[in-house]
């Protein structure tokens, strides 16, 4: 990635409101490239290797997560396991997951439980140069106990999922409601986000509730299928940012390190809906899919993020509408599978940073505690491409069958800013974009008992902060050498490509 | 399925083709604090922690000495006189007044037969705060060796208390001539001492403010233990140094407290004097460190006045003076700037009356220094202004690098720098009366 193609952007929201594994209904927003892993990919997945197309072809592993309502196509009770595991090239970062999940139905009514245990690693600048980074504590002079070094272990997050639903054959309806709730200790690359801090603690939680509706009729090429979900997702993290402040000491007659701790809050609360429609074309194999969603999204409270290389700006409350349109196309024909989605994204976002204390402006005049100092106005042009191919072979002579899946996803981001500052009276616009891109693969082994499947990508495009290979300290050494976020720089933001490659084995067995 | 899948696989090509090219960015100004805080980063610019607590009785024996006129030869002047509260720690002069001076503050006058102390009397504010140099021309030094004109004692716990050695021996400031009496009429007898025999000028003083049992009281309290008849001057030195360390830091600036992460601390104008001080005004390049100074020495191009001093007497080579030194010749310390606002007139002999004419001489300093009007200066020092040509071309000879070239700032921007000087002023400094005592244990009137 051009580091020259992204001035200095000061907006860091990653917006993590789409902090939930399951996909679609929640649009994710991103205000910067920066890559943050793939620890929400903890669900299994089929069409994961096929470039996760949905729109039109059915998810059969994934698909109950998203829309409760759809397990209702659930022949008989399983067992799934999805062990887990992603990597940030450089060894800037990492994960492993482990979900047991079970879904069952009886009769009309079915049901799911999920449990996930997950460790993310740190997150660090990617190693250039063989860097190693230093976490010994920084010894004070004069009193006080020494300021702990970069926490390098590996943190726990916990996922709880439970589903449940009933249908109704005649009418072929069925509606399903379910509830994910997640422990957070450690969001990917959020430790990043903070330039100059020494240390990062996270702590959080978050809710997704969602009500789904299948609404199927049948037809002579197939059915025609009507979805829709409605989702209210509540996220609140608070990241508690350990710097490392120099004061010069009139007594020591020197400069002294003391510690701050910053309290950030992030709270972001969604509502969303979303509609998805299938039929099947004409053509034997073939069918299409439309898809629509809604999300409104309110920001609480914004964390202060400060990344490298990125000037600080205030960020307080906001909100959010982001809306999907797309489009899919499926060919089902005997072993082949072929599947492709187009979708726009329009996105407006709305941020503000409120005045704490009466505030001067340039002009004279003076904003009431209360008012809006800086105003932000996004304006998001993105859009996902998917395209993905599988192909099932029989082995001769033997109820065993081998699948193969090929894939690739698009995602082009693309937005205008524009900041207004009733502070300095000035106006600022910004108009930058990406593309993230991953190649995906997939290859599953069917045995009469239980099938195994392995999924894999790598997504390309994004990076993280990193550090001039010039130097021989790390990003958080340099900013405590040169006064912690006084010594926040400016200028084009400079990020380190990293590729995330990612990695499941997924386990469905049957159970009698 | 692939003559179908074909059209479609050409499609996504495009669109990642397509999408691959970087859309055109266009620039995304700094907001005012980022270029502000970025530019500060460069240059070690850090708040200043509390000064270290002082001991009490320390600082009640310091508070006393420092107001106390029997410290001088004639008995008519304190270190207070030229480091006047009522002022911010210094006269208001553009060149101190000394011992026969009568009056105080800007009202102060010569008396008869006297000279002005070739240099200001600097505000004593934050003088504590860990300076490397003290005097104009720094000869006396944290690091460096000691003034070549005095052996003082090893124990001294810092520069300022080795700098509050200095003032009774000179002779203009406080000492006093050979010949002269006091406010009562009797002998001085610290003036009969020669320059060279510090230490019985030191013992002279000492066995002048033992005579006084309240002083016998203090000093018992601020050295418990130690007979007070074994006590040198040195102590009381340190007691003045603790008392300016107790009651004259005052760090508490808007500034301070924007380097503390308070966004809102200082004003849009502030701000923007600010970044010119760290960037297109070269401030910054003499004025940095955690002090804003004190670190260095710099030849500003300042106009020429007073008696002079030493062997470029009657100019003022200031740190060129001391031996070894002809690189600095016209350069003096540069001073912190933390209150500055209230500490005019300035420069090392107070040539100019405010901030604004500070700034204006820094925006073309060799126009300044030619053009300088002596009408400017209080009339009792315009005749000894030195603006021959000579003189004019001797300074501009070793002026500091950065001050050759013009700065070329508007009238705008000139104003924006000396807001940015302003939020340098700690509020608490701007009265402080509360640390006048209402009288001394000489009896000596404290004014």
Redesign the interface.
Known sequence: M?P???????LVVPLICLVSPARAQLIPIKTIPIAQGDQFQIFPSNNMGMGGVSIALPDSLGDPFANPATTARLRASRFFSAPTVYSLSGNAGGGRSLPFAMLTRRANWYGGLALVLQQVDPSRPPQQNGFIAVNAPLARPGSGPPIPGPDLRAHGNQYAFGMFGRSWPGSNLSIGGSALWTGLHALDGVDLLYSGSRRVEQTGHAVDVRIGALKEWPGERGARTLEAVVVHNRFAATHNVLYV???????L????L?PRTDHNFDHTNTWGAQLEYQMALPTPG?RIGWVATVNRATHPKLPSYDITNV????WDPGRTYAYNLGVG?S?V?GP?T?G?DAIYEPIRSYTWAD???P????GGDTIAVGGKTVENRFKFSN?V?R?G?GRDIALEGSPKAIGLQFG?M?R?I?YR?QQT?H??L?Q????????E?SPTWGLTLRFPEFELRYRGRVMKGAGRPGFGAQFVVGARDLAVS??A??????GPLSLVDVNTATHQISLSLPIH | MTLSVRPLCVAALLLAVACDETPPTTGFPESLDAQLRRSIGQWSVVPIAAPPQQDPALVALGRALMFDKILSGNRDISCATCHEPALHATDGLPLAIGTGGTGTGTARTLGPGRSFVPRNAPSLLNSAIGLSYVFWDGRLSRFGPPPPDVTLPRDLPNVIAAQAMMPVLNRREMRGNPGDVDVFGNPNELAQFTDSQPDQIWRAIMQRLLAIPEYVTLFRAAYPGVPPSSLTFGPAATAIAAFQMAALMKTDSPFDHYLRHEDNAISVEEKRGGILFFTRARCVSCHNGPLLGGQSFSNSGVPQLGPGVGRGAPLDLGRGELPNNDVYRFAFRVPPLRNVELTAPYFHNGTFATLESVVAHYNDVPTSLRNFNPATLPAAVQSSYHGDQATIDDILKTLEFTLRTPLQLTEAERGQLVAFLKSLTDPSARDLSGIVPASVPSGLPVR
């Open positions: 051009s020259s193609g992204l001035r200095a952007v000061c402040d120099q004061f010069w000491d009139p007594g007659q020197q400069i002294v003391q073939w000037a600080v700006i205030p196309l060919k024909l082949a072929f492709v005045a704490i204390a505030t001067a402006t340039l859009a491409f395209i191919v690739l698009m082009s693309n800013l500052n502070v300095e000035t600022r616009a910004l108009r930058t974009g990406w593309l891109w040169s006064g976020i006084l010594a926040v720089p400016s």
